[in-house]
């Protein structure tokens, strides 16, 4: 009998040792999920110079896919939204400097990113396509050597103009897409490397400039973004979207702004 306590205390131990370990570590002092119920304010950052995703309506209030499902989270969360503007290059930091509780801003999962911060499982996706005149020779991406390529500092989309590296392209970074989409209808740059949606309503927003989604260079899914270790956070989040995904609210949502149906993402 003696023999066998021992060995529950032994086993005891060992498992205290366990839980106390990398992977069971113990929770922050803060905790994302109480803090937003207590203030009755949930703080988002969400870029509005990202159309369809980000904007500002005719009455100069936020609006689009990210700012409608921020909209919908708080509501089912039963309290205020407040709205953080940001670019692309300040979404990681301004987590990072507790400014805002999350990120809803079209923010494609990488690994890189995944090292500074946590990802829910995905909300929404796109294509990142090269934006481009129709009258400009263009077939496929080694056409880019020589380009002017305009991108918005910081995001995806850099990244991949920047791996891309075309030879003799020239690749100008700007702070937001909306100023991307300024130099491309001013011909200051070739072509611009965006999303499908933004690339789409671009074109249509601006008949007159030829515009189209001329190739496709990869697709990817979009999380929020939140600080790390914080599970009871990440947990509700992506519980959140799973069953808003699940009732068609972020199906009928990502239609209505980006104008097709929300990409499958697998098991992600």
Avoid: C
Wanted: hydrophobic share 45%.
């Amino acid at each position: 009998m003696k023999r066998r306590m021992t060995m529950i205390g032994l086993g005891l131990v060992l498992l205290g040792g366990v839980l106390q370990g990398p992977a069971f570590a113990q929770a922050p002092a803060t905790n994302t999920l109480d803090e937003v119920v207590r203030r009755g304010r949930l703080i988002v950052a969400i870029g509005l110079g990202a159309p369809p995703y980000g904007t500002t309506n005719a009455q100069m209030q936020p609006d689009g896919l990210d700012v409608e499902v921020a909209q919908a989270l708080a509501r089912d969360m039963g309290v205020q939204l407040e709205i953080v503007q940001t670019t692309a290059q300040n979404r990681i930091p301004y987590l990072q400097t507790n400014r805002v509780d999350l990120v809803i801003s079209s923010f494609s999962i990488t690994a890189e990113r995944a090292r500074a911060i946590a990802f829910t499982i995905p909300y929404a996706g796109a294509q990142q396509v090269v934006v481009a005149r129709r009258d400009l020779a263009l077939a496929s991406l080694a056409d880019l050597a020589g380009k002017r390529i305009g991108v918005a500092r910081g995001s995806t989309n850099d990244g991949v103009a920047t791996q891309l590296n075309p030879a003799g392209a020239r690749i100008s970074r700007y702070d937001d897409d909306a100023l991307a989409s300024q130099a491309l209808l001013s011909r200051q740059v070739d072509v611009m490397i965006t999303s499908d949606a933004l690339g789409a309503a671009l074109a249509q927003q601006n008949p007159q400039a030829g515009l189209e989604n001329r190739l496709v260079i990869s697709t990817a899914p979009f999380a929020f973004g939140i600080r790390r270790h914080e599970p009871d956070w990440l947990h509700f989040l992506n519980t959140w979207i799973y069953l808003n995904r699940q009732n068609g609210t972020l199906n009928r949502l990502f239609e209505k702004w980006v104008g097709h149906a929300l990409p499958e993402f697998g098991s992600f």
